[in-house]
């Protein structure tokens, strides 16, 4: 079983960066499709950003495309999200996601969920 625990997450002003880590345990990190997702009160959790098993192809919603960044260390079983130039529309809880094979845009393709940390932006 796979375990996912994000952190990073905070209350900033608009314009300021944060990075946000999920750690994962229990299984082959690196065979994993990662991504991100987020979800703010009162609306669908939606995709952010994914990254390929080897981390060499990224995607991106449109609408943070440009000022957030998806990554990953699998010697660290550690995937990143470096978010800039965050905007009040960003607050939302983000979680972090694995699939086993690629997972995409949608929410339904990925095995494994962690518990979500909070992005408050400030305007």
């Known amino acids: 079983q796979v375990q996912l625990v994000e952190s990073g997450g905070g209350l900033v002003q608009a314009g300021d960066s944060l990075r946000l880590t999920c750690a994962a345990s229990?299984?082959?990190?690196?065979?994993?499709?990662m991504g991100w997702f987020r979800q703010a009160p009162g609306k669908e959790r939606e995709f952010v950003a994914t990254i390929t098993w080897r981390g060499t192809k990224t995607d991106y919603a449109d609408s943070v495309k440009g000022r957030f960044t998806i990554s990953r260390d699998n010697a660290k079983n550690t995937v990143y999200l470096e978010m800039k130039s965050l905007k009040p529309e960003d607050t939302a809880v983000y979680y972090c996601?694995?699939?086993?094979?690629?997972?995409?845009?949608?929410?339904?393709?990925?095995?494994?969920w962690g518990q979500g940390t909070q992005v408050t932006v400030s305007s």
């Open positions: 229990g299984g082959t990190f690196s065979s994993f499709y």
């Open positions: 996601a694995a699939a086993k094979a690629y997972g995409g845009h949608y929410y339904g393709n990925y095995d494994y």
